[in-house]
């Protein structure tokens, strides 16, 4: 029940995120050697050739962005049902958790200044310490009968 999160969080878990999921879902897909190539520290921004990589590799890569499209529809399952607020939390704690691991995996392969994309890390952060403020009252509609 993302609607009782406070604006800021529910505009960057239910919009921004998703809209990020798929802009790492397609490329993976449609172009798994550029997106291989656009991981690498550092790449000749005039380089206009895509550089071949092994099948593995691709598939690989492609793997990855079926991962993205899966936490994509995972997170509007989760956000857009009609589910307990205790649901949305738990979903955002394990993202929490898996972004932890994330930034740690970056840092190890580009360094800590690779790790700018901390982001939605910092937004789950905030949000979960209640520094947003206190998520807003469930609503009842009327004549709606009551789930438990």
């Keep these: 029940m993302a609607s009782q999160l406070p604006s800021f969080p529910r505009f960057v878990f239910t919009k921004f995120e998703p809209i ?3 802009s790492g879902f397609l490329p993976a897909i449609l172009n798994p050697d550029w997106f291989t190539h656009q991981q690498l520290l ?6 206009s050739q895509s550089t071949a990589y092994p099948p593995a590799s691709r598939t690989t890569t492609r793997q990855l962005g079926n991962m993205y499209f899966l936490a994509f529809l995972v ?5 857009y049902s009609p589910c307990e607020l205790k649901v949305v939390r738990n979903y955002l704690i394990a993202l929490w958790v898996a972004d932890l691991g994330h930034m740690l995996i970056t840092a190890e392969a580009l360094g800590w200044e690779g790790t700018v994309d901390m982001f939605l890390f910092l937004t ?3 949000y979960l310490m209640g520094l947003f403020g206190p998520d807003r009252p469930r609503t009842v509609v009327m004549g709606a009968k009551k789930t438990e």
């Design 42 to 47: 550092s790449h000749p921004p005039s380089s």
């Design 124 to 126: 789950r952060t905030a």
């Design 75 to 79: 997170g509007i399952g989760v956000l």
């Design 20 to 22: 990020s999921l798929l």
